[in-house]
T-cell receptor
């Protein structure tokens, strides 16, 4: 059974640009959550999608957005990139809600903003 | 606001010893407490989880102890092995879901097991 796949794995952008990250969940999983991981702040919740609907959103500015497609694949977008957006962005899928079920994480997309 | 406080930040244990990582939470609505293990270059993976209806859960060498009144829970790794060297995250969430926190993670403990 294939795991969670995130693309691209690494990317470098400059301030002001935008970026789109993609996540393919485990087959049959309907929930996709996104987390930002940095050395200083650890893992911080961005948002969760379930059956194409955003269920919850973390305390991030509106520059961070996401969506989920009918096949459960998800994308997140960050516009007007800032230096502080440099981080590892992790996608996690789960069969039920990401709150009480096991989260299966991908290996992440490492974003560097110059 | 850090709702789950994890300590220590780093820990060095000799092979065969017991590794202990502690977490404390503030939100009394939390009722699901998982631990995740992360190796370099990989995403976190669920290690073990507990709900507050039990005070202890054991899976192999890994044990979670839970103290509801103190709002604390801890991970014990018995007979620690070099392969256990990783970063460990505690986490908590309300099973009812909702809110802006998703699964709230502690800031992690970097564990090194010396051979």
């Amino acid at each position: 059974k294939a795991g969670v796949t995130q693309t691209p794995r690494y990317l470098i952008k400059t301030r002001g640009q935008q970026v789109t990250l993609s996540c393919s969940p485990i087959s049959g999983h309907r929930s996709v959550s996104w987390y930002q991981q940095t050395p200083g702040q650890g893992l911080q919740f961005l948002f969760e999608y379930f059956s194409e609907t955003q269920r919850n959103k973390g305390n991030f500015p509106g520059r961070f957005s996401g969506r989920q497609f009918s096949n459960s694949r998800s994308e997140m977008n960050v516009s007007t990139l800032e230096l502080g957006d440099s981080a590892l962005y992790l996608c996690a899928s789960s069969f039920t809600s990401g709150y009480t079920g096991e989260l299966f994480f991908g290996e992440g997309s490492r974003l560097t903003v110059l | 606001q850090q709702q789950v406080k994890q300590s220590p930040q780093s820990l060095i244990v000799q092979k065969g010893g017991i590794s202990i990582i502690n977490c404390a939470y503030e939100n009394t609505a939390f009722d699901y407490f998982p631990w995740y293990q992360q190796f370099p270059g990989k995403g976190p993976a669920l290690l073990i989880a507990i709900r507050p209806d039990v005070s202890e859960k054991k899976e192999g060498r890994f044990t979670i102890s839970f103290n509801k009144s103190a709002k604390q829970f801890s991970l014990h790794i018995m007979d620690s092995q070099p392969g256990d060297s990783a970063t460990y995250f505690c986490a908590a969430s309300p099973s009812s879901g909702g809110g802006a926190d998703g699964l709230t993670f502690g800031k992690g403990t970097h564990l090194i097991i010396q051979p």
